[in-house]
């Protein structure tokens, strides 16, 4: 497998706002849940929900990335050449900031607050 880059935070709903702002993206939909961020403010921190693919791509585009393929995916989710169950390790969770196999949450949090279980690759 080729080299490639992975973002070490999930995208923003201040970040999809802005690329909307842009007319690079568009917000249709993204209202679909309880639990959307696009239309919260107090959540502009938080992880952009309810995109579809194309919105994504789209993105992706505009910032001059793109989305990973399906095997660069796979790969980050096993820990790279390690072939964990989970990118952290074999073990399953536990107990981290915003997820947890104790407590399910109704709600996403702010990005970057899950440093509980990282891959040796920051991922």
């Known amino acids: 497998m080729n080299d490639f880059c992975l973002d070490k935070t999930e995208v923003t709903a201040a970040q999809y706002r802005a690329c ?7 917000d249709a939909g993204l209202v679909c849940t309880p639990a959307a961020t696009y239309a919260s403010p107090a959540k502009s921190d938080h992880p952009i929900n309810c995109v579809d693919q194309t919105q994504a791509k789209a993105f992706c585009v505009a910032n001059g990335k793109r989305l990973p393929s399906n095997d660069e995916w796979e790969w980050a989710a096993v820990g790279g050449k390690r072939d964990w169950d989970q990118p952290w390790g ?12 104790v407590a399910r949450r109704a709600q996403t949090c702010a990005v970057g607050t899950s440093h509980g279980r990282n891959s040796p690759d920051g991922i």
Do not use: E
């Not at 909307?20 to 568009?26: G, I, S």
């Not at 074999?90 to 900031?97: G, L, R, V, W, Y």
């Open 20 to 26: 909307v702002q842009a007319r690079a993206c568009t």
């Open 90 to 101: 074999d073990a399953p969770p536990t107990s981290q900031p915003c997820w947890s196999v």
